[in-house]
């Protein structure tokens, strides 16, 4: 079993800051790709960014230049630094990770998130 725990969240004025975290821990043998979607009320899962093992960054425009993914793979955590948050960027924030539990087996697992709302 391998779980995805985030951690960062909260209440920030628009034009502030945060830094979420997720951590994986269980029977993980390798970890690829990791990335952060979000999630506002009453609208479908938006991919905001991910990071490959090489760690190769891609962004969703809407945060480009705002949001930096990073990784730090000997602790299996991956960051989101949020800056110029504003209030659209309001979501439950989900952590996601395609993880080897062995040299031949690949599963996708979530994190259950974290709640970042930015007032106006």
């Known amino acids: 079993q391998v779980q995805l725990v985030e951690s960062g969240g909260g209440l920030v004025q628009a034009g502030g800051s945060l830094r979420l975290a997720c951590a994986a821990s269980?029977?993980?043998?390798?970890?690829?790709?990791m990335g952060w979607y979000r999630q506002a009320p009453e609208k479908q899962r938006e991919w905001v960014a991910t990071?490959?093992?090489?760690?190769?960054?891609n962004y969703a425009d809407s945060v480009k230049g705002r949001f930096t993914i990073s990784r730090d793979n000997a602790k299996n955590t991956v960051y989101l630094q949020m800056n110029s948050l504003k209030p659209e960027d309001t979501a439950v924030y989900i952590c996601a990770a395609k993880v080897k539990i062995s040299i031949l087996t690949q599963r996708d697992y979530w994190g259950q998130g974290t709640q970042v709302t930015v007032s106006s």
């Open positions: 269980g029977s993980i043998f390798s970890i690829n790709t």
């Open positions: 990071i490959t093992s090489g760690s190769t960054t």
